[in-house]
């Protein structure tokens, strides 16, 4: 049998997969198909038996375990003894942050399931393998933590640079640097609406006559709906009255 570089096994150990991606992440680096293939070919290498597999896609890694659809029906089959180790391919795909993997192991951990990561040597059947689980778990958590940080600095810099980010309300445009510019005729249009609704109009009102006089809805320009299709539920989630204040 290969050396399994701190991953030995027994070749009768009956072994389940654990994948998980976020919608935040990136899927093209990471898919659940990438890691399920890595997977399968780890236990093809170790001759293990794969007797079970959950994937949940689109689920952060904040959210514990047992609160995710393919988590919960996991730690079911672990109680039941359907397989003795949970093998995933990073430890950060079983939770984002300490508590979440911790609760994790812990609940395999009562089943009797042992934890193994396919790229880092973690195995939690033994006292070296727990302890650099507890480690990686950690900086696991340091990882997310660092990145969120450095997400949100990135995003001051930008706006107090005025940049924009997110979809562009109508009355104004982006120009090449991001900031927000006016748009002059469709200012107009949006202080129209807003002294009309003042002195008593309504937005479904102010969507007819918009839409009688073919003046072009805010998707239109856009290239992402019809000229002249202008609704209240539109006009009432893009915040357009913005401008009116603005120029």
């Not at 730690?75 to 994790?104: C, M, N, P, Q, W």
């Not at 812990?106 to 042992?114: E, H, K, M, P, S």
């Not at 510019?181 to 609406?193: F, G, H, L, N, S």
């Not at 002294?195 to 239109?220: F, H, I, Q």
């Amino acid at each position: 049998m290969p050396n399994t570089n701190g991953h030995g096994s027994e070749a009768s150990e009956r072994v389940a997969l654990c994948m998980r991606v976020s919608s935040e992440e990136q899927r093209d680096r990471e898919t659940i198909e990438i890691q399920r293939e890595f997977l399968q070919e780890y236990c093809r290498l170790y001759g293990l038996e794969v007797a079970q597999v959950y994937a949940d896609d689109g689920v952060s890694g904040t959210v514990p375990l047992h609160e995710r659809p393919e988590g919960r029906r996991l730690l079911e089959d672990a109680k039941e003894g359907k397989f003795s180790t949970l093998l995933v391919y990073r430890l950060d795909r079983l939770g984002r942050s300490l508590l979440v993997i911790v609760d994790a192991h812990d609940r395999l951990q009562a089943c009797g399931v042992t934890l193994k990561s396919a790229t880092e040597p973690i195995d939690t059947s033994t006292p070296s393998g727990r302890l650099i689980f507890q480690m990686l778990a950690s900086f696991a958590e340091y990882e997310r933590e660092t990145i969120r940080e450095g997400t949100r600095a990135g995003l001051h810099r930008a706006y107090r640079g005025s940049r924009h980010f997110g979809a562009v309300p109508y009355g104004y445009r982006t120009d090449a640097q991001g900031r927000l510019q006016v748009v002059p005729e469709e200012a107009k249009i949006v202080r129209e609406i807003v002294s009309n609704v003042a002195e008593g109009s309504t937005l479904y009102a102010e969507a007819k006559r918009l839409n009688d006089l073919g003046v072009p809805t805010p998707g239109w320009r856009y290239g992402s709906g019809p000229r002249g299709a202008w609704r209240t539920s539109r006009m009432a989630r893009r915040r357009s009255f913005e401008t009116a204040v603005s120029s």
